[in-house]
């Protein structure tokens, strides 16, 4: 195992040198530099591994120090960073996770038209982000069947025991839990044929991150759906910062590797808005001979 430190040959008597006293002055010894040689091309490959990475780390950190703006709140419901205009919301906690399953939001946001825009395929491979409670877990997993995949990822430990209880007691073998980090959902790359967030973008606090982890983790083709609850509806009873316009979703995700397909609007107080990650281009075929 590579510790990371270079270890380099040492000795108790150095021999005597021609033309100088024992390991002192003189000509170094026949054979020193096919001694050290690998050494020193290790101590500077280190070196170089060292001052590359530190490069990066600081480019990256100048990237999102201009990405987004820090200010106070302009809502008691924001954190004080702003992204495209727009302040991030607070995330709701696990403490409020039975709101996620009331017995009126069936009524409230139409589940059966949100799938039926999603239109998953048996066998497919799915993500749902910031799946809470399950709500749309649950939906999505009947939807793939037992030959499809359920990615459910969430950032609080809480939530996803609670999950992951509800799916045992359910037999949802299809789905696998995840637990991800503020900026990285933490799926494998290439594996996803559909990407799903339901009022949830709107509190992620790295958006820009995660959409880049979401498009590496999409198939050439996959497609990203937003769920928000409608801005451009003063009636939608939702705090403000909790809502998001199809132009502003639109903004934020046209920074990414990213088609957009549709927008859904008949749903009770939300939109789904539909991307897709273009498909891979066929290679030119070989100059003919």
């Known amino acids: 195992m590579n510790s990371g430190h270079t270890v380099f ?4 008597r150095a021999a005597p040198q ?3 006293s024992p ?7 026949r054979g020193w530099l096919r001694t050290w040689l690998p050494a020193l091309v290790t101590l500077g490959l280190t070196l170089g591994g060292v001052v590359c990475a530190g490069a990066v780390g600081r480019a990256a950190d100048t990237a999102a ?8 709140p302009a809502s008691p419901d924001g954190i004080g960073k702003f992204y495209q205009g727009r302040e991030i919301a607070r995330v709701m906690s696990h403490l409020g996770a039975d709101w996620l399953e009331r017995p009126e939001r069936a009524a409230e946001e139409a589940p059966e038209k949100v799938m039926a825009a999603l239109a998953v395929q048996p066998g497919e491979v799915v993500a749902d982000l910031g799946a809470g409670t399950g709500y749309y877990t649950r939906r999505l997993a009947e939807a793939v069947g037992p ?3 359920v990615y459910a990822v969430e950032i609080q430990p809480e939530l996803l025991e609670r999950l992951r209880a509800d799916l045992a007691a359910r037999g949802l073998t299809q789905v696998v839990p995840v637990l991800g980090t503020e900026q990285d959902p933490r799926l494998p790359p290439e594996s996803l044929d559909l990407v799903l967030m339901v009022d949830v973008y709107h509190e992620l606090a790295w958006p820009h991150e995660v959409l880049t982890a979401l498009c590496r983790a999409l198939k050439p083709g996959g497609r990203l759906a ?3 609850y409608r801005a451009e509806d003063p009636a939608v009873p939702i705090k403000p910062l909790h809502k998001m316009s199809v132009a502003q979703i639109r903004r934020e995700l046209a920074l990414h590797p990213l088609e957009w397909v549709r927008t ?13 990650k273009p498909p891979a281009t066929a290679a030119p075929p070989p100059p003919a001979p």
């Open 18 to 20: 021609r033309g100088g």
């Open 23 to 29: 390991g002192h002055g003189g000509r170094p010894p």
């Open 264 to 276: 859904v609007s008949d749903l009770p107080w939300q939109h789904v808005v539909v991307f897709r």
């Open 9 to 12: 040959p040492t000795t108790d």
């Open 147 to 149: 030959a499809g995949r």
């Open 226 to 228: 937003v769920v928000e």
């Open 65 to 72: 120090a201009f990405r987004y703006e820090f200010r106070e």
